[in-house]
């Protein structure tokens, strides 16, 4: 075999940047970044550097798993572990129906186009239960009530279809507004731009501007401008925004009026919001508001831009829909330079995209969470509610769980209430690298492949490239151990479980129909055709283009399909008959006028937010020697008045109180965040009893055991999690909290 240098990518996070694998004997001993790619051009962060420790890691699962009944896991075959998950599933099913199942799909799911879509069959085969009321149909759990739902229903309102996804063409824009969101750690989301800071740093080369909207001066902030904000301020000020434009005749009506329905509606609704009555929510002076209005409504390549820090507040649906809102009032959307949308160009995508959001918006209206009626997004509940969704009796109570690529005791509200309710499940299998704090309760944990171990094409990223661009991998090593890839596991049980599932044995028999002509229906078959389908594909030999084979084989480093986006494709997005936007909403009356009805509990006077970092990647990437060199530990971080006024030093370990629960960690006392304000990474407080040592032994604090996971709590629209601006006191602890594994100073 020797050595051998395979072309593949990154897929950890969302810039997809382009890796050399280095395979020696079989073997994956090195990643290096691809400088013969197209877009990454050579670069790659610590992380995905870093990935050849988690393929080779010791503590990662490589073969299924067995809980003990004393404690602990034992090794167990593949086959004897599937008869036993089958027979147990199939019993639950019978007697409660699908409604006692439920599956959580975590993070790295979504970067899996197979895993995605084999979830989506399975989904169909046990029905989602959209007929006879709540609790018919199987559970599916996401981490997009954590991340990104609001996006989704915030697109379903204004286009007609969750999946119009607009992005800011950083490309080409002069002034690149970013709110509640930080690229250069994050290296951007819901937009995949490889080398986003470079990318920026050009904006203001060719004199434009990118200006940071943020409670903290974060690392993008501090090499561009930085506007503090009152955490969970946001729409607010984009109310105010909207207020000055349509006040001081920024908008082009006629424009606007040729664009969406309802900008009469909206000036209405943003009248009340002028920058003086929204400052105190704020923090930001009416003057600097006026002129971003001006700068928003008269440069001609502007966007408006947010994410995490935007959706995970009391209101994330409604910021994001203020935020496109923004964008168009300001003649922003579909120009290039502003907030563009990416096509597949499939023939019939109009089409499909019509019957897609009818389907999809059909689902969400019709499919309510049993515990707190909240709609489903894309066939899913939010993850917030899972536990009730255990304990609460009652048809379509969960008595088996399947965890797949996710670890929600750390990175949903109330982890510790989830734990509970976790031993009280019938069947619990997880899917995973490692034997996380969730897995750690499951009767069976299976080995998953990890990204280098399967063949990969981005599929929800297609459309999120300013820079439209296809690359596909084949697996670059065989799996470790005994791992297996997702779909092949979801295969397997739907093997096991057709006999006494309809919906699967419908499937099972399509199946057969088409193994009749040679065709084996895997996900791979799906994604070839719309890879073949689309911009760019080969139409199955009706044009030169690219299929998967020809991806992998002809164009290792990917290929550009066209250097930018094309404009003037609203009216093909926007699936609502008059392929207008529409802006008004009976939805989003209801939660601005919440808004003056937000309230504080007594006796938690600072605003806690969420804060990335470079070396960490959720929860998942700490068992990294190499990203945790240099005795990294958790770190809260608070601004220097507020230190001084609770006598607090750099360095100190703090309790940090919300009414939900409390944590200690130690703390860095910084000029750089608005006073008031804390700030704390998620994805630590690592105790996965038979997991990843080298993560247990960093210390730090679960920081979801502060957040809420009571029904009230959760954004109506698209059941966010509060996870910003969450109300918290601060005090310096007596105890100092020592790393677990490190020894203390004697
Ligand atoms: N290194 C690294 N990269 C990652 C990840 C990681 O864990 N580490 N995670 C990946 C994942 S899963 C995602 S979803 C993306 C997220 O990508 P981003 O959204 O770009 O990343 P965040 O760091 O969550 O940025 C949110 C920002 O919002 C700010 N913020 C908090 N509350 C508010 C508010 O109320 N208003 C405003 N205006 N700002 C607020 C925070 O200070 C923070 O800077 O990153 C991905 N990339
Ligand atoms: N307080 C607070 N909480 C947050 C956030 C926040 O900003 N603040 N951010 C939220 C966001 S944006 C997100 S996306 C969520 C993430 O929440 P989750 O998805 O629940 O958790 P992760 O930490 O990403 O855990 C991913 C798991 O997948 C495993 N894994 C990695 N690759 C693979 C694979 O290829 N296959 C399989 N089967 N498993 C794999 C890892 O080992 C790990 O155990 O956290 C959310 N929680
Ligand atoms: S930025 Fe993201 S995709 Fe690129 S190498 Fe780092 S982890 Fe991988
Ligand atoms: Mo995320």
């Given at each position: 075999m020797g050595v051998e240098h395979k072309p593949t990518f990154c897929r950890i996070c969302e810039p997809l940047c382009g890796m050399i694998a280095t395979v020696e004997d079989g073997r994956l001993t090195a990643l290096r970044p691809d400088k013969d790619h197209p877009l990454s051009a050579g670069f790659a962060c610590q992380k995905g550097i870093a990935f050849t420790e988690v393929v080779n890691d010791h503590d990662r699962v490589t073969t299924p798993l067995r809980r003990r009944t004393g404690g602990g896991f034992e090794p167990v075959g593949w086959d004897e572990a599937m008869t036993d998950i089958a027979a147990r599933l199939g019993a639950i099913h019978r007697a409660h129906g699908a409604g006692a199942i439920g599956w959580y799909f975590g993070n790295p799911g979504a970067f899996s186009y197979s895993y995605t879509l084999s979830l989506t069959t399975l989904m169909a085969g046990f029905g989602l239960g959209l007929i006879g009321g709540p609790g018919r149909g199987l559970h599916v759990f996401t981490a997009g009530s954590q991340d990104v739902n609001n996006r989704f229903v915030a697109s379903q309102l204004l286009y007609g279809s969750p999946l119009a996804l607009p992005v800011p063409d950083v490309l080409r824009t002069d002034l690149l507004v970013v709110i509640g969101a930080n690229p250069v750690i994050s290296h951007g989301s819901v937009l995949t731009v490889p080398r986003i800071r470079d990318r920026m740093h050009d904006i203001v080369k060719r004199g434009g501007r990118v200006l940071v909207i943020d409670p903290r001066k974060t690392e993008t902030a501090a090499q561009f401008e930085w506007l503090g904000i009152v955490p969970d301020g946001d729409a607010y000020l984009l109310l105010s925004l909207l207020h000055v434009m349509f006040a001081q005749n920024l908008v082009d009506r006629h424009r606007l009026a040729s664009q969406a329905d309802g900008g009469a509606w909206l000036e209405r609704l943003a009248r009340p919001f002028s920058p003086e009555a929204t400052e105190s929510h704020t923090g930001i002076e009416p003057e600097t508001v006026r002129s971003l209005a001006h700068d928003l409504a008269r440069t001609e390549r502007a966007a408006v831009y947010g994410r995490v820090g935007t959706s995970t507040g009391e209101n994330g649906t409604l910021t994001t829909y203020l935020l496109d809102a923004v964008n168009v009032v300001a003649g922003n959307l579909d120009v290039p330079g502003g907030s563009m949308f990416g096509r597949w160009g499939l023939p019939g995508e109009r089409w499909l995209n019509k019957a897609g959001g009818a389907m999809l918006r059909a689902v969400y209206s019709r499919k309510r969470s049993r515990i707190g009626g909240f709609p489903s997004v894309l066939g899913s509940e939010p993850a917030a509610v899972m536990a009730k969704e255990i304990i609460t009796p009652g048809r379509g109570q969960v008595r088996a769980l399947f965890v797949g690529a996710g670890n929600p005791v750390l990175s949903v509200p109330n982890g510790d209430e989830l734990e509970t309710a976790l031993e009280s499940l019938d069947l619990m299998v997880g899917i995973d690298l490692y034997v996380n704090e969730t897995l750690a309760h499951c009767d069976y944990v299976l080995p998953a492949t990890s990204m280098y171990e399967r063949d990969d094409f981005p599929l929800p990223f297609q459309t999120l490239q300013p820079t439209p661009f296809r690359q596909a991998t084949e697996a670059v090593i065989a799996p470790v151990g005994q791992a297996r890839a997702e779909w092949e596991i979801i295969d397997d049980l739907a093997a096991r479980m057709w006999r006494s599932t309809p919906g699967l044995a419908a499937l099972a028999g399509m199946r057969k129909v088409l193994s009749l002509f040679g065709v084996r229906l895997t996900p791979r078959v799906l994604v070839d055709a719309v890879i073949r389908l689309?911009?760019?594909?080969?139409r199955f030999g009706l044009r030169r283009g690219l299929s998967f084979s020809k991806l992998t084989g002809r164009h290792p480093h990917g290929s550009v399909l066209a250097d930018n986006l094309r404009d003037g494709v609203l009216r093909d997005t926007v699936v609502y008959r008059g392929r207008r936007i529409r802006l008004r909403h009976d939805e989003i009356a209801t939660e601005v006028d919440k808004l003056s009805r937000r309230s504080v509990p007594d006796g938690y006077p600072m605003r806690m937010i969420g804060m990335r970092e470079a070396r960490s990647e959720n929860s998942w990437l700490h068992n990294s020697p190499l990203l945790m060199r240099g005795e990294r530990m958790h770190q809260a971080r608070i601004h220097v008045d507020d230190a001084a006024a609770a006598h607090i030093v750099d360095g100190d370990t703090v309790r940090i109180a919300s009414p939900h629960g409390e944590i200690e960690l130690a703390v860095v006392v910084t000029k750089d965040i608005v006073p008031g304000v804390v700030a704390v990474p998620h994805g630590w407080g690592h105790k996965g009893t038979a997991g990843w040592r080298v993560a247990n032994d960093a210390g730090g604090a679960?920081?979801?055991?502060?957040?809420?996971?009571d029904p009230s709590d959760i954004e109506s629209l698209a059941g966010m999690a509060r996870l910003t601006g969450v109300p918290v006191r601060i005090e310096r602890a007596e105890t100092e909290v020592v790393h677990a594994g490190r020894n203390p100073l004697p």
């Open positions: 689309a911009d760019g594909g080969d679960n920081v979801n055991r502060l957040m809420s996971s």
